[in-house]
């Protein structure tokens, strides 16, 4: 049994003037150039207190433990002060220690000696950090360096093709979802023409019902403070919910009143991922008492529109152009506004075409929902199962050579 610490040491090297590109670090890609990620301008106006990352060195976002964001880098680069920089001493063999470090035994294990405000909590929380004083106690299995190469070239192996098994996946639901998106944009446009195909003769969607703006984070108050659910721009997807973690908040019965989720709402996403921006979906009461963040509109129809029919409109490419054209560009987000929302113009034909229009979209839509379901279920158990080999090997408890998994480690026993 040894600690990760012999595996590598910790480097916090800064060179002032260093002509070198500056690297960001995500769960998915690695240790990249930024230039690849955004073009969005720096943020600090010099770089001379950035840390230095040479090739084959592992970066390791040490205050988003359960994001993921590490790598091994490619290239000699400057990271913020928000990665460490280890390097694999000579016994080490690169590729396995970051296989190691993307395991679940190395994930449950930082997160059991996590610090700060929030540890332990939920996924968002990034107030808390590991440091390297910290991370090289964890106990690892660490066999002879050609024996860590074997087990990083089956992973290599087994991860490509459970990798390209995903790709294949996720094209299906991408294409799936384009159909999906163009059918719905046919029924909505067939609508409009038949209403004049005019913004004349579309509807405010502030003379359709009100519109409910929600809570705003950050605000404290005492203990005994009654808790509720509340609802996220992550709980709101394309044209479903995913309440698989809903949070809640402490706030006061008069607060929450204000905020509070009707059957036959409509979310809509105010801010975050562009595509996203301003989609609907109807809230039917899933959570009785739930409450919504101020990130997301709740529009409550009046008696002449149908909550279905205009979440499939908020789906439809002039919904899509429109907040899209009237969208607001931060670094990171995109967001809307009340007002934008609101003075979005649809096509509101009568109640009993409305009702068609409903029929007809679900009754088009409910084998390609199927099968996007189907395949997105599939990428999670194929992800699944990339963690698990993941962690049986760099555990000792799966043999390279064969594949052959072994019932229990001496880190399960220690």
Not at 20 to 36: I, Y
Not at 43 to 65: Q, W
Not at 270 to 296: C, F, K, Y
Not at 378 to 385: A, G, K
Request: proline share 6%; with cysteine; net charge neutral.
């Amino acid at each position: 049994m040894k600690r990760f610490g012999t595996l590598v040491e910790r480097t916090d090297v800064k060179i002032p003037g260093l002509d070198l590109p500056l690297m960001s670090v995500s769960q998915t890609r690695g240790v990249v150039r930024r230039s690849e990620i955004t073009d969005a301008p720096q943020r600090a106006e010099t770089l001379d207190h950035y840390k230095v990352c040479r090739t084959g060195d592992i970066v390791f976002n040490k205050m988003s433990i359960r994001g993921g964001a590490m790598g091994l880098a490619k290239e000699d680069g400057l990271i913020t002060y928000h990665y460490e920089v280890m390097r694999p001493r000579p016994e080490a063999d690169p590729d396995y220690v970051v296989y190691l470090m993307k395991s679940d035994y190395f994930m449950q294990q930082m997160i059991l000696r996590e610090r700060g405000i929030g540890a332990g909590g939920a996924a968002s929380v990034r107030t808390t950090e590991v440091p390297f004083k910290i991370l090289r106690t964890i106990p690892v299995h660490a066999p002879e360096r050609h024996q860590q190469q074997a087990i990083s070239s089956f992973l290599d192996r087994e991860t490509e093709q459970m990798d390209a098994m995903i790709a294949a996946q996720e094209d299906l639901v991408e294409g799936l979802k384009n159909r999906r998106f163009q059918a719905i944009t046919e029924v909505i446009n067939e609508v409009a023409a038949g209403l004049g195909d005019s913004p004349a003769s579309h509807t405010p969607l502030k003379h359709a019902g009100r519109l409910q703006t929600g809570l705003t984070l950050g605000k404290s108050y005492p203990p005994d403070t009654p808790s509720y659910p509340y609802i996220r721009v992550a709980n709101v997807q394309l044209g479903r919910l995913n309440l698989d973690e809903v949070k809640e908040i402490q706030v006061p019965e008069s607060v929450a009143a204000q905020a509070r989720l009707n059957y036959g709402d409509v979310l809509m996403t105010e801010g975050g991922d562009r595509a996203a921006l301003g989609r609907g979906t109807v809230w039917r009461d899933e959570i009785p008492g739930a409450l919504h963040q101020n990130h997301i509109f709740a529009f409550r129809p009046f008696s002449q529109l149908r909550p279905e029919y205009l979440a499939f409109v908020l789906e439809s490419a002039p919904a899509r152009i429109y907040f899209e054209s009237t969208r607001r560009q931060t670094t990171n987000l995109s967001a809307t506004s009340s007002t934008i929302a609101l003075n979005f113009r649809f096509p509101m034909p009568s109640l009993a075409v409305q009702d068609r229009v409903i029929s007809k979209i679900e009754e088009t839509l409910d084998r390609m929902d199927r099968m996007i379901a189907a395949a997105q279920e599939s990428v999670n158990l194929i992800r699944e199962r990339r963690t698990a080999v993941i962690t049986a090997a760099v555990t000792g408890r799966l043999d390279p050579a064969t594949g052959i998994e072994h019932v229990t480690t001496a880190l399960e026993n220690a």
